[in-house]
């Protein structure tokens, strides 16, 4: 069996993890209860056109009745998936890339309502598109393993291209549009990181065009170390930081120590698809690098040859 590529271990064990933390988070006490699961989460996600909130309607009022069976089937889908992946290279491995496209593009649609994407005010620094598309993108590029290198590296450059172009958006201009969805999770952070969403919001409410500028640039400076730069320690060390960054304040930490977050949110997953493309790139140019050195190895003793059968 052919050894697997760096970018595509990066890519399946990644997402395998990503499914098993969801499975974890899925445990959690509050998802057992209507008001959380259905109430505050499922129903809060319900926005966009009526065709969007008319499916999401519906399958809300078909778990409800359910919803005990419904989270366990979750819980079981998710760490299925998990285990798939995580099994090794292989068959079952692409079987739970196609799981994961599968129920990511479900998820998606029917409980993250397209991430927001058909709605006014969406944003990559609050969870556009979805972590669940991003999944799917992940296992899509699995599937493909030909395209998972400098496909995570594209991937990646689309959605912080796009992440700065949903920032041109009327609200960001204002200091309300980006204080308010972080200033509204204050409270349930914890006090140690609390002084870091200060730091997001002061600047928020003092300066918001300028912040707004500084938050594209940032955006468009990290698409394009990821797409022209994918192999550059510090190209890639440079987008992951700005990731890492922006999850702790504006998707605060994706509230992980809430007892109802579902996800890490969707930066985590970009992240993922950085590392496989910064790892992809890595092992082209060690590869390139290596068939160079072999070329000039062999022509080296073509030449040694001739040289002796002259002399003799």
């Given at each position: 069996?052919?050894?697997?590529?760096?970018?595509h271990?990066?890519?399946?064990?990644?997402?395998?993890?990503?499914?098993?933390?969801?499975?974890?988070?899925?445990?959690?006490?509050?998802?057992w209860?209507?008001?959380?699961?259905?109430?505050?989460?499922?129903?809060?996600?319900?926005?966009?056109?009526?065709w969007?909130?008319?499916?999401m309607?519906?399958?809300?009022?078909?778990?409800?009745?359910?919803?005990a069976?419904?989270?366990?089937?979750?819980?079981a889908?998710?760490?299925?998936?998990?285990?798939?992946?995580?099994?090794?290279?292989?068959?079952?491995?692409?079987?739970?890339?196609?799981?994961?496209?599968?129920?990511?593009?479900?998820?998606?649609?029917?409980?993250?309502?397209?991430?927001?994407?058909a709605?006014?005010?969406a944003?990559?620094?609050?969870?556009?598109?979805g972590?669940?598309?991003i999944?799917?993108?992940i296992?899509?590029?699995l599937?493909?393993?030909?395209?998972?290198?400098?496909?995570?590296?594209?991937?990646?450059?689309v959605?912080?291209?796009?992440?700065?172009?949903?920032?041109?958006q009327?609200?960001?201009?204002q200091?309300?549009?980006?204080s308010?969805?972080?200033?509204?999770?204050?409270?349930?952070?914890?006090?140690?990181?609390?002084p870091?969403?200060?730091?997001?919001?002061?600047?928020?409410?003092?300066?918001?065009?300028?912040?707004?500028?500084g938050?594209?640039?940032?955006l468009?400076?990290?698409?394009?170390?990821?797409w022209?730069?994918?192999?550059?320690?510090?190209?890639?060390?440079?987008?992951?930081?700005?990731?890492?960054l922006?999850?702790?304040?504006?998707?605060?930490s994706?509230?992980?120590?809430?007892g109802?977050?579902t996800?890490?949110?969707?930066?985590?997953?970009?992240?993922?698809?950085?590392?496989?493309g910064f790892?992809?790139?890595?092992?082209?140019?060690?590869?390139?690098?290596?068939?160079?050195?072999?070329?000039?190895t062999?022509?080296?003793?073509?030449?040694?040859?001739s040289?002796?059968?002259?002399?003799?």
């Open positions: 069996m052919r050894s697997e590529a760096p970018e271990r990066v890519l399946r064990l990644g997402l395998g993890a990503l499914w098993g933390l969801d499975a974890i988070l899925q445990t959690q006490p509050a998802m209860t209507p008001a959380v699961l259905i109430g505050q989460i499922w129903e809060g996600a319900v926005q966009g056109p009526a969007l909130t008319g499916l309607s519906w399958s809300i009022r078909a778990a409800e009745p359910h919803l069976l419904f989270n366990a089937a979750l819980i889908t998710q760490a299925s998936l998990a285990a798939l992946l995580l099994s090794g290279p292989g068959r079952t491995a692409r079987l739970g890339a196609w799981g994961s496209l599968a129920f990511g593009g479900a998820v998606w649609l029917f409980a993250q309502g397209l991430g927001g994407l709605s006014p005010g944003s990559l620094l609050f969870g556009a598109p972590s669940a598309f999944y799917a993108v296992a899509a590029l599937l493909v393993p030909a395209w998972a290198g400098r496909g995570a590296s594209a991937a990646t450059a959605l912080l291209a796009g992440g700065a172009a949903l920032q041109l009327a609200p960001f201009w200091s309300v549009g980006l308010a969805p972080i200033a509204a999770n204050f409270m349930l952070t914890p006090p140690a990181l609390r870091l969403l200060n730091l997001a919001t002061r600047p928020a409410m003092a300066a918001p065009v300028a912040l707004n500028l938050l594209i640039a940032a468009l400076a990290a698409a394009a170390a990821a022209l730069a994918p192999w550059s320690r510090m190209a890639m060390a440079s987008v992951l930081a700005l990731l890492f922006l999850w702790v304040t504006a998707q605060d994706a509230l992980l120590w809430s109802t977050a996800d890490p949110n969707t930066l985590p997953a970009v992240a993922l698809l950085a590392a496989a790892a992809g790139a890595r092992g082209r140019q060690r590869t390139t690098g290596a068939t160079a050195l072999g070329g000039v062999h022509a080296e003793r073509g030449i040694a040859a040289v002796l059968r002259r002399a003799g």
